[in-house]
């Protein structure tokens, strides 16, 4: 106990481990008494189902003034036809055996195929399709196989499917069942008649049921996905015309179509999008656009019409985290950390300390304007990269000059550094990463390396 | 669920505003099949209509002073109050605050305003905040997460059990697609912000007068001295500030770029870096 204290265990065992401890108890006492323990523990130590016999019954002992004896005696079963006598052990009370059939012989059902005759065959029973004799074999076998059509049709002489053997089986008893009644009344009630045995129907359905057994995971994901939007569209069906009586009908047909339509459209989409977060699906569209009105319509679709992530409340943290994963998707990682970098040195918060509609959107424009300012930035420095690049005439004349003014151009990329006063502290990595590969153009580069960075001075 | 999009109603006269356009603005009605209890009831929605309710929650802590105990130093408040201390009861039904697993039961549900739950405890955890809105509001909860803090930043001094711990987060719960019954409940209360509708619309459901009965809201709240007065002011000064000092460099920039493409163009070959 104190051992537990000191670990911090739970003092209580887990109830769980509680319960497992008690069962096994109580099985074993709960074993009954009429049989023995050994026996009972073949059977696994559980009860069977359904007891067979009364367990009160093992222990009872016939009555005393019974006299049994057990006798290897002849019997006879009726289910037979050929007369064969058995023998087996019977239990004899007072010198009197038992009497009756065989036991098992009622088990020996049979099913009771039509029999014609051949004046029957020429009145009723003439196919085209059928010879007399194999009709009568079919019969034949239809007794000697209890209507087990799938044995028949493999026994059969002549090849025929399954249900054309059906077909002729049924409509010839049908046939038969008809004219030999009395009155077509009489037969009427009786199953054959009142449904007679449809052979197209029949092939349609084995092989609809076929095609569905040997769908593909795939496939069946696919149409219950189709189902579900059939589902979809003939309620936002009914919503349309159910609505129509509550509201004025202005223009609703127009309504109607233009709901189906952007249905369909979601619908469509969704399945693709199944597990996807909106906002990365949705990066490529909001690149194009630029405008604050159309993000901010943008920013409603996000958040209303995508079906499977149809949002009824947020926070306003949330949408604009969104609304600037969105803006940001096409900036590589290390343009969002200068933006960060760039509103931290003006001051402003990363996160809005009191993001009101307001707040957000002046914040969301924020971000935007420094990223068109860092890409103006960049703009810049490439064309003072190839302004300069051109300057240097010395190293152009160089032999293998194409390759070596290329590397110079990439490395007066790198040597200039952030033009604003605030960020820019990776310039010195970079210059140490290219001295490797272009220190024969070292000397050449830096009156280059010179000239872009006076340009930044004074715009300061 | 299922909805469809039926009716567009115009305005009439719509007042010249600074604000909006001058052109009619429409209001669409979504009506909604709602799924739920197998009872498909038709919820009108006002497509394009926003209401924010702004919220302050987070945490006010007391250090017990003389009376802390190993196990209990602090007397603790977590909350969720409308943030200019307006009754929020009106959209929120009820908030279930989610306490460190060592609290009897940890699970606490607060039913009616003011949405608070004080403690006595000795640590520091992340509180679980769900907040639940009422039937017409939205039947999906809104998930917050708060860290209570107990001790403040500077460790200096000695533990006052006059000047309290307090940290509070502000946000904005928005419902992007109110019912018309939620709006017409509502858009006449000091804790909601509701846009204005054009003139001649019609809401299908009356406005209830909300009869105050109890005061519910938190102005005379024994900690309303401590609460931190959110003001969008100086955020967006500061935007503001920050938007023209940025827009400034741009403009410089541009100049000098179209001063760069007025210079003479050097036939190099390696010009094919223009970046777009």
């Known amino acids: 106990m104190d051992a537990k204290d000191i670990l911090g265990l739970p003092k209580n065992q887990l109830p769980i481990a509680q319960e497992k401890k008690s069962r096994p108890q109580k099985e074993t006492q709960r074993k009954p008494d009429g049989v023995s323990r050994e026996v009972y523990a073949l059977t696994g130590g559980l009860a069977p189902l359904m007891p067979s016999t009364d367990v009160s019954q093992l222990k009872k002992r016939p009555p005393s003034d019974e006299k049994i004896t057990w006798q290897w005696l002849h019997f006879t079963n009726s289910a037979r036809k050929d007369n064969l006598h058995l023998y087996h052990w019977v239990r004899v009370v007072n010198g009197v055996p038992p009497t009756g059939d065989y036991s098992f012989a009622k088990y020996n059902k049979s099913v009771d195929v039509v029999k014609y005759t051949n004046e029957e065959y020429e009145k009723y029973l003439t196919d085209p399709m059928w010879t007399k004799e194999e009709t009568d074999q079919l019969f034949d076998l239809c007794e000697r196989f209890d209507l087990r059509f799938i044995v028949i049709a493999d026994r059969f002489p002549s090849s025929r499917t399954v249900e054309e053997l059906k077909d002729r089986y049924y409509s010839v008893s049908r046939a038969i069942l008809i004219a030999r009644a009395p009155s077509p009344g009489d037969v009427s009630v009786h199953p054959l008649v009142k449904e007679p045995y449809n052979v197209s129907q029949e092939t349609e359905r084995k092989r609809a049921l076929s095609m569905v057994l040997s769908q593909t995971k795939q496939q069946e994901r696919k149409d219950a996905e189709v189902l579900a939007e059939a589902k979809r569209i003939a309620e936002a069906r009914m919503a349309a015309r159910a609505a129509e009586e509550h509201v004025l009908p202005v223009a609703s047909q127009m309504g109607l179509e233009s709901s189906q339509k952007a249905v369909v459209h979601g619908d469509t989409v969704s399945p693709s999008v199944n597990v996807q977060l909106p906002s990365i699906a949705f990066a490529p569209s909001t690149s194009v656009m630029a405008d604050s009105a159309s993000t901010l319509a943008s920013l409603r679709m996000l958040m209303t019409d995508w079906k499977n992530f149809q949002l009824r409340v947020y926070l306003r943290t949330y949408a604009l985290e969104q609304m600037v994963q969105a803006v940001s998707s096409s900036a590589g990682l290390r343009t969002i950390k200068r933006v960060e970098q760039t509103l931290q040195d003006l001051g402003v918060n990363l996160k809005p300390k009191v993001p009101t509609k307001a707040v957000c959107a002046e914040h969301l424009e924020l971000r935007k304007e420094i990223l068109t300012l860092l890409n103006l930035q960049k703009q810049l420095q490439y064309k003072e990269a190839e302004g300069s690049s051109y300057r240097e005439g010395s190293y152009i004349d160089m032999p293998g000059t194409p390759k070596r003014s290329l590397r110079g151009e990439n490395q007066d990329r790198t040597f200039v550094p952030d033009t604003m006063s605030f960020g820019g502290d990776r310039v010195v990595k970079r210059d140490q990463k290219r001295k490797g590969p272009g220190r024969l153009s070292e000397a050449p580069s830096s009156p280059a390396h010179k000239r872009p960075r006076k340009l930044k001075a004074s715009d300061m | ?276």
């Open chain 2, 1 to 276: 669920m299922t909805y469809a999009v039926t009716d567009t109603m115009e305005a009439d006269n719509m007042p010249d505003d600074s604000v909006s356009a001058a052109k009619p603005q429409h209001i669409i009605k979504i009506c909604q099949i709602g799924d739920d209890n197998e009872k498909k009831t038709i919820i009108s929605r006002l497509k394009d209509v926003e209401i924010s309710v702004p919220i302050a929650y987070g945490t006010i802590a007391f250090h017990l002073g003389r009376k802390a105990s190993e196990s209990q130093s602090h007397k603790w408040t977590v909350y969720v109050r409308g943030a200019t201390n307006e009754d929020i009861g009106v959209v929120i039904r009820r908030v279930v605050f989610q306490l460190h697993p060592s609290f009897n039961n940890p699970t606490r549900v607060i039913e009616s305003a003011p949405f608070e739950l004080s403690e006595c405890g000795w640590g520091e955890f992340e509180i679980a905040i769900s907040i639940f809105f009422h039937s017409d509001v939205c039947d999906k909860q809104l998930d917050l997460f708060h860290n209570l803090k107990l001790y403040p930043e500077d460790e200096s001094g000695p533990h006052s059990n006059k000047k309290p711990v307090v940290v509070e987060s502000f946000n904005e719960i928005v419902f992007p697609e109110p019912s018309e019954g939620f709006f017409a409940r509502v858009q006449n209360h000091p804790a909601v912000i509701v846009p204005r509708l054009p003139a001649g619309f019609k809401l299908r459901s009356p406005v209830d007068n909300v009869i105050e009965k109890e005061k519910r809201h938190m102005k005379d709240h024994p900690f309303s001295q401590w609460f931190t007065k959110f003001s969008e002011a100086d955020e967006l000064l500061k935007l503001a500030a920050a938007r023209q000092q940025v827009q400034a460099h741009i403009v410089k920039l541009k100049r000098q770029l179209s001063v760069m493409e007025g210079m003479p163009q050097p036939s190099n070959p390696a010009n094919g870096n223009e970046c777009t």
